[in-house]
């Protein structure tokens, strides 16, 4: 085998490869989706493993989800934000958030848009006046009992 046409094996198998992981990241994607399509919106304690300048990503170690918290908004005024680079810290009005702290989110689908929809975190503690939402009330935080089989 010479290395032309070596090249152009190595070459299809990494497109083949990389057009797998495409695939398997939207099936994830599409099935997350599915999922909180049905539970509808959820409240859950997570996690804080990043602070950015406008936003915190939070782990939400139950369902193994990340997801983005802006603290600004194109509705709202914004509040203010205060960011530290050297110590990664971020000051939403008078409330600290570090890495690693506890916070509890409210998880919904956002179909504004059907073509893309995606899963949207809001805060809901600790409590910020004009930033914080309420608990929604409607939530089914425990995942529902697999249903027996039927034997034929």
Do not use: W
Not at 47 to 74: D, M, R, S
Not at 113 to 135: A, D, F, T, W
């Amino acid at each position: 085998m010479d290395k032309h046409k070596q090249a152009a094996l190595c070459n299809n198998l990494n497109y083949r490869h990389k057009m797998s992981q495409y695939a398997q990241r939207s099936s994830v994607a599409f099935h997350t989706q599915l999922f909180f399509k049905s539970k509808g919106i959820i409240n859950e304690e997570g996690f804080i493993l990043f602070v950015k300048k406008n936003a915190i990503v939070v782990l939400i170690p139950k369902f193994g989800l990340e997801g983005t918290v802006f603290f600004e908004n194109k509705d709202k005024p914004n509040p203010r934000l205060s960011f530290k680079e050297e110590i990664p810290t971020l000051t939403v009005e008078d409330t600290v958030f570090r890495v690693f702290d506890k916070v509890k989110v409210t998880i919904s689908l956002d179909a504004s848009n059907v073509q893309h929809q995606k899963i949207r975190m809001s805060l809901v503690e600790p409590v910020i006046p004009g930033v914080s939402v309420s608990p929604q009330s409607n939530c089914n935080s425990e995942p529902d009992a697999k249903k027996p089989k039927l034997e034929s």
